[in-house]
């Protein structure tokens, strides 16, 4: 059974009524993920594609089970490069524990943080409060699935989204993604300086989260001999995650370890 935000002494009923949304046609809302992408949902709606979101908080242990199904089949319809999108919005989480989340499972689909991301609101303009809840809606705007669950496997959501005009594609790197993997960063762990190797930019500006997603750190650095430094030495022990911004967007997230 779903894992419920509903206190447990909420009857049977209640509970099963609210583990799905109880919309029949689609608010709209804005989101930004932990990437710092903007995602509208009507502009996906009117440009003729379907929207698969993933009602979800990370240490739900249903969500966590499920998780990797939703991956594969974000894989399996070209990685929001398709006529299929997804966007899983969390009821609790902030960017700092999506970020080390996905990084340490994998997972690439656009995670949204409850409070500045967004997510809490669409949970509450959707009315749902069991998770995971999975729906899908058609370009039309109609909620054509309102609780894909149980989901004992990928195939549970590729036969629901395919019967409704879902399209398979596989995945294409953007450009992107190319430049980014030419990012290199040291020495990790690091006490003092850590050094970040971007050979395509001139100019980074830099933002430091703990593990509780507070920034510590954020500065404008120009490259020296092809390198950014960063100075951490006045930072506490501890696990940080750094984005690296170019023009407002994030084209690198890292993590280091201060030691």
Do not use: W
Request: charge should be neutral; glycine fraction near 6%; aromatic fraction near 12%.
């Amino acid at each position: 059974m779903k894992k419920t935000i509903l206190s447990l002494v909420v009857g049977f009923f209640v509970f099963s009524a609210m583990a799905q949304t109880t919309l029949n046609t689609a608010e709209d809302f804005t989101v930004t993920d932990t990437k710092g992408v903007t995602h509208n949902l009507f502009t996906y709606l009117n440009a003729g594609k379907f929207v698969c979101i993933d009602f979800f908080y990370k240490d739900c242990p249903p969500c966590a089970a499920t998780a990797p199904y939703y991956q594969t089949t974000f894989e399996h319809y070209g990685c929001n490069q398709g006529n299929v999108i997804f966007i899983a919005v969390s009821s609790q989480d902030n960017d700092a524990t999506l970020i080390a989340y996905a990084d340490s499972k994998g997972y690439t689909y656009p995670m949204v943080n409850s409070s500045a991301g967004g997510g809490l609101a669409v949970h509450n303009l959707y009315n749902v409060t069991a998770t995971p809840t999975y729906i899908l809606i058609k370009p039309d705007k109609s909620i054509v699935e309102k609780d894909i669950y149980p989901v004992p496997n990928a195939q549970t959501f590729i036969t629901k989204i395919t019967g409704y005009g879902g399209i398979a594609q596989a995945c294409v790197s953007s450009v992107n993604e190319n430049t980014k993997a030419n990012i290199v960063s040291y020495p990790n762990p690091a006490e003092n300086s850590f050094f970040v190797n971007a050979p395509n930019y001139q100019k980074l500006q830099f933002e430091m989260m703990d593990v509780l997603g507070k920034i510590v750190y954020k500065q404008e650095i120009n490259a020296q001999g092809g390198l950014f430094e960063l100075n951490i030495s006045s930072l506490h022990q501890g696990i940080y995650l750094i984005r690296c911004i170019s023009n407002s967007e994030i084209i690198e997230t890292l993590k280091v370890l201060k030691k």
